[in-house]
């Protein structure tokens, strides 16, 4: 059975930092790209980042470029994001999701193949 568990949300202050992953299990993500999306209360769920799996590169949505890093664990079934500098418009259910293709610039949520259950980030100012 295939999982996607995130962990790490929570409340936090304006201005402070947050770490979010996200464990993969039940079939081999190596060739999977990994991504962040974010959902905000009574708006669409949209790509916050993205890593690749052939060749490690990201890709970022621009309001949070420079804030927030994404990476992936060495065994390529774990992936992080650092939240830095969060702000109000930070607050939301943050999802990880994973699909095999490369182009992270076509990931979007119509296309993902698995999905976590999400988990909520709240930025209080």
């Known amino acids: 059975q295939v999982q996607l568990v995130e962990s790490g949300g929570g409340l936090v202050q304006v201005g402070d930092s947050l770490r979010l992953s996200c464990k993969a299990s039940?079939?081999?993500?190596?060739?999977?790209?990994m991504a962040w999306f974010r959902q905000a209360p009574g708006k669409e769920r949209k790509f916050v980042a993205a890593i690749s799996w052939s060749d490690d590169s990201t890709l970022y949505t621009d309001s949070v470029k420079g804030r927030f890093t994404i990476s992936r664990g060495n065994d390529k079934n774990t992936v992080d994001l650092q939240m830095n500098t969060v702000n109000p418009e930070d607050t939301a259910v943050y999802y990880c999701?994973?699909?095999?293709?490369?182009?992270?610039?076509?990931?979007?949520?119509?296309?993902?193949?698995?999905w976590g259950k999400g988990v909520l980030v709240t930025v209080s100012s």
């Open positions: 039940g079939r081999d993500f190596s060739r999977y790209s």
């Open positions: 999701a994973a699909d095999p293709s490369f182009r992270l610039a076509a990931l979007r949520p119509q296309v993902m193949d698995y």
